[in-house]
C-alpha cells in the first residue's frame, strides 16, 4: 500500500486505492475493494483518451466516501489543463462511483473513457502471503455490465459492475465514448456489487454465473441508501456521544477524531442484528477480535456502553462449545479471530472461528461486570450467565496447563494456531531478562491478573444478578487464593517488580515490563507492592516521557522500535493509567494521560498502533511505528479511557462518582451527558496549581 | 441423507428443554436435499423450549444443504460456519443468529457425546482430555 492510499470503510467492506482513486493490487498489496476478506477488485484504473489522470486533491467527507479531483497530464508539474475530472466514491454493499467529466475549453471534446477492471478474488491471508489461487476465475460481459468470477468448488465470490449509460463492455473493462460541449459536463455512475459476502440479508450465489434474485432486485437505488444510511448513522452517533467542553483545542480534535473513527470501526457481525461492535482495525482486521472487541468496548464505556452490550452478546453466542485442537477451541473459552474468506472456508486457516486466547475468556466476565456497573442492565448479567459461568470454568478446568493454578498457554494447532496467545504476540515478546525465550506452555502475569478480576466480578455478579451466594463465595474464595499465591510466585523480590510470566517449570521470565501496569488495574497486586510497582512504571527505563515501553531498557531484547519489545503503545498506556488510579497513584495516572495525548497531536488526533520507545527529550516528536494498520480500535479508544481517568469516573451504585486528577497545564475539562444508570449526568474538573 | 440427520431432529423432538437455546427465539427450517428429494424439518425454539414438524412451514431463517454435508455438521465431522462461507450450507441471513445459536448447540451435543473418557490427573487442561475433537 503507496504512502498516499486513501481508504474508505463500511463495516468489512473497504476500498484501498491511491490519491487518483486507481487500484493496481500486486499478490501482496493491500489496494483493492474488499468485502468478507477477500478482494473484489484488484484492477480499477480510469484513463481519458488512453491517458492516466494526475490528482490535484483528495476530499475525504466521511470514512465511506473520498471525493478525487484529477486532470489529465503526463504528470509534470505544470498541468494545463481543458478538462477536470473528479470521481466520487462512497462505499456500501461494495461501492458506487460518480464519474464527472467537465469540458473548460471554447471547443466541444470528444473522449474515450475507459475503466479497466479485475478481481484476483484474494483471500487476505493470501495478500498477506502471496500464494496461488486454486480455483477458476471466469468473466461474463452483458450489455451494461461486466461480472468477474472465482469459483472453487461451492465457493462462489463475484463482482458485479454496472453502469447506466452508453457503454462498451468487454471482459476487461468498460469504454464510454462521449462527446462534451464548452463549458458542459458529462456524468455517470457506476455501480460495484460484491457478491457472496457474507452480510445481513445477502443471498449467496447459486451458481456460478447467475445472480441471485435477490441481487438483480437489491441492484439499483441500493448504494445511494447505504451512503444516507451511514451519513444518517455517523450524526447520530456524534448526537448521541458525550460532550466536550475543554480549553485545550487539540484534546477536543483527539476526542472527535476518537469518536468518528470508532464510527467508522463499527462492524455488524452477522449475529448482532441492527448493532454493531468494535473490528480490530483496518485494512488488515476488519473483522470481530475477542481481546480486542473487549478492550475498545472497556475504553469506550462511559461515551458509547451499546458497543459492550453488542460485544458481549456476539461474543457469547460464538462461545467454544466443544475441545476442537484445530480452532485451539474449548467449552466456555471466548474466541479469538473471526474470518469470512476462502482460508477459512476451505479450513486452510482455523478462523471459523479461531479460539486460540489466553485473555479473552477472562476480559468477557470483566466486561460483563462493568457494564452492568455502568448501565445497570441486570437482564443481560442474567442473559449471559450460562455463558459466564462457562467462562470461570473454562479458567479453571481448560486453562490451568501445569496444575498449578495459573492460567497457561499452549497451541495444539502447530501449524497455523498462535503461539503467543496473549496481546503481546509477536515471536520475541516474552523474553527473560538475558533475552532467553521460555519455552511452552507459558503463564505471563496479566493472564492471572485478568483471571483474579473475572473471579472478584464474577462475585459480584452471582450476588445480585444470579442470586448464587454460595457460588459467590466459593470465587471469592478463589481469587483470594489466587492473589496470595500470585503475589508470591510473580515476584521478582531483588527487582522488586513482577515477573512477565512463568514458564512451564514454574521459573519467573523476569522481564521488566509494562504488562506489570495491566495488573494494577486488575487489583492482583498486594497493596504493600503497588508502591513499587507505580515507581518502576514510572522509572526512565519504563517511562519515555510519552508513555510506558512495553519492555524495560535495559533488558536483552529492549529495541525501542520492537513491535513488543520497547514500542509504546497507547492501548496499553490507557489500562495501566487506570490501573494506576486504582491504587491511588493519581498524579502518575495524569502524567500517562498527558503524554499519550501530547503524542496523539503529532497524529492529527489519530494515535497510531504504536509509536517507538525513544526518549522524548529525544525525539521531541513521537517516531510512529510503521505499521498499515491504522485506524486501530483499542488506539481509538484509548483517548476516552483517558478521559474517564483524568475525570476519575466510576460508577457507585447508582451514582456516577466524579473525582477529577487532571495533569499539569489541563486547564478546564467538561464532559456533558455521559449516559449510565444515572440517565446522564455532567462531570467538571480543573487543574488549578499550573506548575512551569 | 443417511439416518443421522433424522435420529438427529427425532431425538430433537423428544426433547423439551434446550438450555443452550435459551436465547433464541424463533422458527429455523432445514431444507435437506437428498438427490431429487428435499425432507424439511421446522425447529421451533421459544427460550429453549424446542418443537420439531416436519411440515413445510415459513420460517425466521431458513438453511438449505446436502444430507451428507449436514450429517457431518451433526457428528462434528464438518463446521457449519466453513461449510457457510464454502456455499455447501445456504441460509439467508435474515436471522442468522438463530443458525448460530444452533451451531453451538450442536457443537456442545457432540463434546457431551464425546466426553464419556474418564477425566485425567488435574493439570494438563484435565477437562480437555475428555471429549477431544481431532482433524
Given at each position: ?692 | ?81 466453513a461449510m457457510m462461507l464454502r456455499g455447501q450450507v445456504v441460509t439467508d441471513l435474515e436471522h442468522p ?32 482430555s475428555a471429549g477431544r475433537t481431532k482433524r
Open positions: 500500500m503507496s504512502t498516499d492510499a486513501v481508504s474508505i470503510l463500511d463495516g468489512n467492506t473497504f476500498v484501498v486505492s491511491d490519491n487518483r482513486g486507481d487500484i493496481n493490487a500486486t499478490p501482496t498489496d493491500t489496494s483493492g475493494l474488499f468485502a468478507s476478506d477477500t478482494r473484489f477488485l484488484s484492477t480499477w484504473n480510469l484513463t481519458v483518451d488512453g491517458q492516466r489522470l494526475n490528482s490535484l486533491s483528495v476530499d475525504h467527507l466521511e470514512y465511506f466516501a473520498s471525493r478525487f479531483f484529477l486532470v489529465p497530464g503526463t504528470g509534470t508539474v505544470y498541468v494545463d489543463a481543458k478538462l477536470s475530472v473528479i470521481r466520487q466514491r462512497a462505499v456500501g454493499d461494495g461501492f458506487r462511483e460518480q464519474l464527472t467529466i467537465l469540458n473548460h475549453s471554447e471547443e466541444p471534446v470528444t473522449l474515450t473513457v475507459r475503466i479497466d477492471a479485475a478481481a484476483d478474488f484474494a483471500d487476505l491471508f493470501e495478500v498477506k502471503n502471496a500464494t496461488a489461487k486454486k480455483g477458476k476465475h471466469y468473466t461474463r460481459v452483458d450489455k451494461r455490465q461486466l461480472l468477474l468470477g472465482y469459483a472453487r468448488e461451492t465457493f462462489v465470490r463475484e463482482t458485479l459492475i454496472s453502469t447506466d449509460g452508453d457503454v462498451q463492455v468487454d471482459d476487461s473493462g468498460l469504454t464510454f465514448v462521449v462527446r462534451i460541449q464548452p463549458h458542459e459536463d458529462w456524468k455517470t455512475e457506476l455501480r460495484v456489487e460484491a457478491i457472496g459476502a457474507l452480510r445481513r440479508g445477502a443471498a449467496p450465489p447459486h451458481r456460478p454465473g447467475t445472480p441471485t434474485a435477490a441481487t438483480k432486485s437489491r441492484r439499483r437505488g441500493e448504494a445511494e441508501n447505504a451512503e444516507a444510511r451511514m451519513s444518517r448513522n455517523l450524526d447520530a452517533w456524534l448526537t448521541k456521544a458525550p460532550k466536550l467542553d475543554c480549553d485545550n483545542d487539540d484534546l477536543r480534535v483527539t476526542y472527535r477524531r476518537s469518536l468518528v473513527d470508532l464510527a467508522a470501526l463499527r462492524f455488524s457481525p452477522l449475529v448482532a442484528g441492527d448493532y454493531s461492535l468494535p473490528a480490530a482495525g483496518l485494512p488488515w482486521f476488519m473483522t470481530m477480535f475477542g481481546r480486542d472487541s473487549i478492550f475498545t468496548s472497556l475504553q469506550a464505556l462511559p461515551f458509547a456502553p451499546e458497543l459492550a452490550r453488542t460485544t458481549l452478546r456476539a461474543l457469547a453466542d460464538w462461545q467454544g462449545a466443544v475441545v476442537d485442537d484445530f480452532r485451539d477451541e474449548d467449552p466456555g473459552r471466548i474466541l479469538h479471530e473471526m474470518r469470512y474468506g476462502e482460508t477459512a472456508a476451505f479450513e486452510e486457516q482455523p478462523h471459523s472461528p479461531y479460539y486460540g486466547t489466553a485473555d479473552a475468556t477472562q476480559l468477557f466476565v470483566v466486561l460483563l461486570d462493568e457494564y452492568e456497573r455502568w448501565t445497570g442492565d441486570l437482564a443481560l448479567a442474567r442473559q449471559l450467565e450460562p455463558e459466564a459461568r462457562a467462562a470461570l470454568n473454562w479458567i479453571d478446568e481448560y486453562a490451568d496447563l501445569r496444575g498449578n493454578g495459573y492460567v497457561y498457554y499452549e497451541r495444539r494447532n502447530e501449524q497455523t494456531g498462535l503461539e503467543n496467545q496473549c496481546w503481546k504476540d509477536s515471536w520475541d515478546s516474552i523474553s527473560f531478562k538475558d533475552g532467553r525465550l521460555p519455552g511452552f506452555p507459558r503463564a505471563t502475569c496479566e493472564l492471572q491478573g485478568y483471571a483474579y478480576d473475572a473471579k472478584v466480578r464474577a462475585a459480584r455478579l452471582a450476588r445480585i444478578a444470579w442470586k448464587d451466594p454460595a457460588f459467590a463465595d466459593r470465587l471469592e474464595a478463589e481469587a483470594a487464593a489466587l492473589k496470595r499465591r500470585f503475589n508470591r510466585d510473580f515476584w521478582v523480590a531483588d527487582g522488586q517488580y513482577f515477573a512477565l510470566a512463568l514458564d512451564a517449570d514454574g521459573n519467573q521470565v523476569d522481564a521488566l515490563s509494562s504488562n506489570i501496569g495491566h495488573l494494577l488495574w486488575s487489583g492482583i497486586v498486594d497493596k504493600s507492592k503497588a508502591k513499587a510497582v507505580a515507581r518502576h512504571l514510572m522509572s526512565d527505563r519504563l517511562f519515555s516521557g510519552w508513555g510506558v515501553r512495553t519492555l524495560a531498557k535495559g533488558e536483552q531484547r529492549y529495541n525501542p522500535i520492537g513491535y513488543h519489545v520497547g514500542t509504546v503503545w497507547p492501548f496499553d498506556n490507557s489500562f495501566i493509567a487506570w490501573g494506576l488510579r486504582r491504587y491511588g497513584f493519581h498524579d502518575e495516572a495524569a502524567r500517562i494521560a498527558a503524554g499519550i495525548l501530547d503524542a496523539a497531536v503529532f497524529f492529527d488526533g489519530r494515535l497510531p498502533e504504536a509509536f517507538g520507545g525513544y526518549e522524548r527529550s529525544l525525539t521531541r516528536y513521537p517516531v510512529q511505528y510503521p505499521t498499515a494498520c491504522s485506524p486501530q480500535a483499542w488506539s481509538t479508544g484509548a483517548p476516552l479511557l483517558f478521559l474517564r481517568t483524568m475525570l476519575g469516573l466510576e460508577p457507585s451504585g447508582d451514582n456516577l462518582v466524579i473525582d477529577p486528577a487532571l495533569p499539569d497545564n489541563a486547564g478546564h475539562i467538561a464532559l456533558y451527558d455521559i449516559p449510565g444508570r444515572w440517565g446522564q449526568r455532567d462531570a467538571f474538573a480543573r487543574r488549578r496549581s499550573l506548575r512551569g | 441423507m443417511g439416518d443421522i440427520t433424522t435420529a438427529f431432529f427425532d431425538e430433537l423432538a423428544e426433547s423439551d428443554h434446550q438450555p443452550m437455546l435459551r436465547r433464541a427465539q424463533g422458527t429455523i427450517r432445514f431444507d435437506i436435499e437428498s438427490g431429487r428429494t428435499t425432507k424439511r424439518w421446522a425447529v421451533t425454539i421459544d427460550r429453549g423450549a424446542v418443537t420439531v414438524s416436519q411440515k413445510n412451514r415459513a420460517a425466521d431463517c431458513v438453511v438449505r444443504a446436502d444430507g451428507a454435508v449436514f450429517d457431518n455438521l451433526v457428528t462434528g465431522a464438518a463446521n457449519t460456519f443468529e438463530l443458525l448460530l445459536l444452533f451451531h453451538r448447540f450442536m457443537r456442545a451435543r457432540q463434546q457431551a457425546a464425546a466426553a464419556t473418557a474418564p477425566p485425567a490427573a488435574a493439570g494438563a487442561g484435565r477437562a480437555r
